[in-house]
């Protein structure tokens, strides 16, 4: 089955730029999405298309994609950016997501 | 206003049966494909199932084909997952999300238990 692989931990200094990744087979050929997941909430997207953002949300998120890999860059993290982040793909044959990577801020 | 509402989680014994409701308002409902992604708990996101615009379309993840059936009801905005023959595994909190390629309205999920 495929999978995409996150780190299972990142940290960053507030006011810092944080990069997560999310790495997986073919993945250029796949549409890549983030969210956003804090404790006892749901899921918010933030990313899709690789390198939009969508509306009402901060333009410090920004996705890229190279090759295989997938990042999602927060430029000047703030506190309240620590939460869980996953990446998603899909193609006409598969939807997953990644393993998930908890972002702490301090 | 934009809502999603799930409802019908609950506490169910290994082999019995559950029916999710998703009722969505301000969000275009019979325009977009619909989703539910479920969230075992302290665990990552997992695809559960979505269905095209009118209904005709419909996908799942291997581990739910043969149990589990979307469905969904245009003139009430409302989404719905026949869960049957539940196992251990699929105890997790259900979310109703709007789209297909990627989801931009969540709702805040409804838990599903599956024990004895």
């Known amino acids: 089955s495929y999978e995409l692989t996150q780190p299972p931990s990142v940290s960053v200094s507030p006011g810092q730029t944080a990069s997560i990744t999310c790495s997986g087979d073919?993945?250029?050929?796949?549409?890549v999405s983030w969210y956003q997941q804090k404790p006892g909430q749901s899921p918010v997207l933030v990313s899709h298309?690789?390198?939009m953002w969508p509306s009402g949300n901060p333009e410090r998120f920004s996705g890229s994609k190279s090759g295989n890999t997938a990042t999602l860059t927060i430029r000047g993290t703030l506190p309240m950016d620590a939460a869980d982040y996953y990446c998603q793909g899909w193609d006409r044959t598969n939807l997953v997501f990644g393993g998930g990577t908890k972002l702490t801020v301090l | 206003e934009v809502q999603v509402m799930e409802s019908g989680g609950g506490l169910v014994q290994p082999g019995g049966s559950l029916r999710l409701s998703c009722a969505a308002s301000g969000i275009s409902f019979s325009s977009y494909w619909m989703s539910w992604v479920r969230q075992a708990p302290g665990k990552g996101l997992e695809w559960v199932a979505n269905?095209?615009?009118?209904?005709?379309?419909?996908d799942y993840v291997d581990s739910v084909k043969g149990r589990f059936t979307i469905s969904r009801d245009n003139a009430k905005n409302s989404l719905y997952l026949q869960m049957n023959s539940l196992r251990a595994e699929d105890t997790a909190v259900y979310y109703c999300?709007?789209?297909?390629?990627?989801?931009?309205?969540w709702g805040q999920g409804t838990l599903v238990t599956v024990s004895s």
């Open positions: 298309q690789q390198s």
């Open positions: 269905i095209d615009q009118d209904g005709s379309k419909k």
């Open positions: 073919k993945l250029g050929d796949k549409y």
């Open positions: 999300a709007r789209g297909e390629v990627y989801f931009d309205f």
